[in-house]
């Protein structure tokens, strides 16, 4: 541990380490076994396999989910003098290919990259060159299919530890529940005793406040109020992008200047915002959940969630970001019932029909393999065929990949290649090259107006006989020359067969069924843990004291009161029951089936009638854009689901022809969907039960 204690002194500046760093990190030098990491926002997660990765030999490997976090950890590092560097999508060819003759040479102590990158042939052969010392799996609760944040990818790490034999493996999460933290433990064979440590999760100087408002006008009122009073930084959660423009509109009318950061901005703007905020003293931003990861601004006085979070996880995280200076900080909660169906959109809408699952499985175990032994699928064209979202589509490869094991994804490659001469003498290199792949290429591009090229690389490859890999050397060589430059899409997933797949319609009926019901067994419990976010600011019950209680942390709220929430100052709950119309009304089912001729799928005029889009209904344009979308958004989903089998059946589940749509003139946003909602009709499924006997006597 000398070594650990010089690092953490010299390289980071700190003399002291903080909470359980100290521990974790013995773990892994020390006693070179696993280890999980369970701390809370702001607790200092990074030192734990930062200082290893300069205490060991071999180089460590950091798998991160975003980009930009990515970034902002490899410039903190380098700026400390530490060889660090990332592997990601955006970077040129140059960076990339220093980068990766760092890592061969051993040079490189700290390696971030995303999960996706382990299906990359290379940059798997790349790792197997050089000494793991350390897998650090950032944001591990993604490996559960329990968690609020599953990511399909995730579900391979384990596995790639094993196959590049790195020596050991940290794991790290703010925002993991007792099941989360088994799962990753048994995937990663750590020892739920002795291996995991965890900082809880309450923090005495967080105020956490409920309120129930009407309406927008109501959220508006109370958010002027409550920003016009701040005495630093405040950070409001919206849940959709558009919510973050509007927002912040009637904020700049009400005299309140404020920023705006979502997915939807340009890279440049997301980072001048963050900029902007970091230095401020009393800034206001309005953001998605898209802001948040990586911001270490020790300041920020209140955290406002306009709009309420889908789970408990979220907010867990996103309150986390208020006072990490330890001085007292409030974060809001506001519950409307025209917000519920947005979440429960969320929830429901990675649930594809079950014939149109079936129908892609009918599609994969059929196609014959390349001559090497590979299946590739453009995912947006089935995404579009089969209704089915792409992320969906992803996690439906990875079961046959990880549950059968059918197949195994490789290194996707791009179908289309746009190519542009730089100049002349470059272009007639070009049109000079003889090598039988030039020659293909030559004779099946297209010219475009703009004076550029389109290769179409499979159907190339069909016609010419030629390996569809020779053909995109053919054209990087090109490039690398300086004779083009090329812009490549329509990425195409890859995998190569490990095993047989079931061919008879039985088999693959009997297995897409098995899919259908992880599926549907996933989308409850996201309206679950919707379900838990209402019942946490409703109950009876210390605030502070239910979300520790949700991590595991049964016992660490003083006489489990915290003395500064909503329950504790008032001695009750917020009163918010909202109760969906259980019966579809029969006049707007009628203007939905008038609208949308499709009768072959029920799942999709409920879709449609509850506002959750989907690729058909985008295609067949009777999504965002029609005045209907989103009608029925005050009846329980379930029951639009029912009530359109009725009339599918009928029809006998026959698929139409579109009809003409009208549309508006502008998009349709959930607020304009559900202005009539917020009037007073409730949501499905979330009614009364949630009321229990108090704590304490007020």
């Known amino acids: 541990m000398e070594k650990a204690y010089e690092v953490l002194r010299k390289t980071f500046g700190f003399e002291s380490f903080r909470h359980e760093q100290e521990a974790v990190i013995r773990r892994l030098i020390v006693d070179n076994e696993n280890a999980l990491v369970l701390f809370p926002t702001g607790g200092g997660k990074s030192l734990t396999y930062q200082i290893p990765a300069l205490c060991l030999e071999g180089i460590t490997l950091v798998i991160s989910p975003l980009i930009a976090l990515m970034k902002d950890q490899v410039d903190s590092l380098v700026m400390k003098g530490v060889k660090a560097a990332s592997l990601d999508s955006t970077q040129g060819a140059d960076r990339a290919s220093w980068v990766k003759q760092e890592v061969i040479s051993g040079r490189m102590k700290i390696l971030y990259v995303a999960p996706e990158r382990l299906n990359n042939e290379g940059f798997v052969a790349m790792m197997r060159q050089v000494k793991i010392s350390l897998l650090a799996v950032d944001e591990s609760h993604c490996i559960s299919q329990w968690g609020a944040s599953f990511r399909p990818e995730y579900l391979k790490i384990a596995r790639a530890a094993e196959e590049l034999d790195v020596e050991r493996v940290l794991c790290l999460t703010a925002t993991a529940t007792p099941s989360v933290a088994k799962d990753i433990c048994d995937s990663f064979f750590i020892d739920r005793e002795a291996g995991v440590f965890r900082i809880p999760m309450y923090r005495p100087n967080l105020a956490l406040k409920t309120e129930v408002v009407q309406n927008m006008d109501q959220k508006m009122a109370r958010l002027v109020t409550i920003l016009k009073e701040r005495t630093g930084p405040s950070i409001v959660y919206v849940t959709l992008q558009k919510h973050a423009e509007e927002v912040s509109n009637r904020l700049c009318a009400a005299g309140l200047d404020s920023m705006v950061y979502h997915a939807g901005l340009a890279s440049e703007e997301r980072e001048r915002v963050q900029q902007a905020f970091m230095a401020s003293e009393k800034g206001i931003v309005v953001a998605t959940i898209a802001f948040g990861m990586g911001i270490d601004k020790a300041d920020i006085r209140q955290v406002i969630h306009l709009f309420m979070p889908k789970t408990l996880e979220n907010y867990s995280q996103e309150v986390?970001?208020?006072?990490?200076?330890?001085?007292?900080?409030?974060?809001?909660?506001?519950?409307?019932?025209?917000?519920?169906?947005?979440?429960?959109?969320?929830?429901?809408?990675?649930?594809?029909?079950?014939?149109?699952?079936?129908?892609?499985?009918?599609?994969?175990?059929?196609?014959?393999?390349?001559?090497?032994?590979?299946?590739?699928?453009?995912?947006?064209?089935?995404?579009?065929?089969?209704?089915?979202?792409?992320?969906?589509?992803?996690?439906?490869?990875?079961?046959?990949?990880?549950?059968?094991?059918?197949?195994?994804?490789?290194?996707?490659?791009?179908?289309?290649?746009?190519?542009?001469?730089?100049?002349?003498?470059?272009?007639?290199?070009?049109?000079a090259d003889s090598s039988p792949a030039a020659k293909a290429i030559r004779q099946y591009w297209k010219p475009k107006a703009t004076g550029t090229h389109t290769v179409d690389m499979v159907l190339t490859a069909e016609r010419s006989k030629i390996d569809r890999t020779e053909l995109a050397r053919t054209v990087n060589g090109w490039e690398l020359s300086g004779y083009i430059s090329s812009k490549a899409s329509q990425v195409r997933a890859r995998y190569?067969?490990?095993?047989?797949?079931?061919?008879?319609?039985?088999?693959?009926?009997?297995?897409?069924?098995?899919?259908?019901?992880?599926?549907?067994?996933?989308?409850?419990?996201?309206?679950?843990?919707?379900?838990?976010?209402?019942?946490?600011?409703?109950?009876?019950?210390?605030?502070?004291?239910?979300?520790?209680?949700?991590?595991?942390?049964?016992?660490?709220?003083?006489?489990?009161?915290c003395g500064q929430c909503t329950f504790c100052m008032t001695g009750s709950g917020v009163e918010f029951e909202p109760i969906a119309q259980a019966v579809p009304d029969p006049y707007r089912i009628q203007k939905i089936l008038e609208a949308c001729p499709e009768r072959d799928d029920p799942r999709l005029l409920a879709r449609m009638a509850f506002g959750i889009t989907s690729p058909r209904l985008t295609a067949g344009k009777w999504s965002t854009y029609h005045p209907l979308f989103g009608s029925m958004v005050d009846t329980d989903f379930n029951a639009l689901v029912a009530a359109f089998d009725v009339e599918c059946k009928k029809a006998g589940y026959a698929k139409s022809e579109p009809l003409p749509v009208v549309r508006t003139a502008q998009k349709r946003t959930y607020t304009q969907a559900t202005a009539s909602s917020s009037r007073g009709a409730s949501r499905g499924g979330y009614s009364s039960g949630y009321k229990r006997g108090r704590r304490g006597k007020f």
Request: proline share 4%; charged share 25%.
């Open 320 to 431: 986390g970001r208020a006072g990490r200076d330890g001085l007292p900080s409030t974060c809001y909660m506001f519950l409307c019932a025209s917000d519920i169906p947005v979440l429960e959109g969320f929830a429901r809408g990675d649930t594809c029909a079950k014939r149109d699952l079936e129908l892609w499985l009918t599609e994969v175990a059929m196609r014959e393999p390349a001559p090497d032994g590979t299946l590739d699928f453009s995912l947006y064209n089935q995404a579009k065929d089969y209704d089915i979202r792409q992320n969906v589509l992803n996690l439906c490869y990875a079961q046959l990949e990880l549950d059968y094991g059918y197949i195994r994804a490789i290194t996707p490659f791009y179908s289309l290649y746009d190519i542009s001469a730089k100049s002349s003498s470059g272009w007639a290199q070009v049109l």
């Open 496 to 561: 190569m067969v490990v095993k047989p797949m079931p061919r008879s319609a039985k088999e693959i009926k009997s297995l897409s069924t098995l899919m259908y019901q992880g599926m549907v067994a996933r989308e409850e419990e996201a309206v679950e843990k919707i379900r838990q976010v209402i019942q946490f600011a409703t109950n009876d019950d210390c605030l502070a004291q239910q979300l520790a209680a949700y991590f595991g942390d049964d016992n660490v709220v003083p006489d489990g009161m």
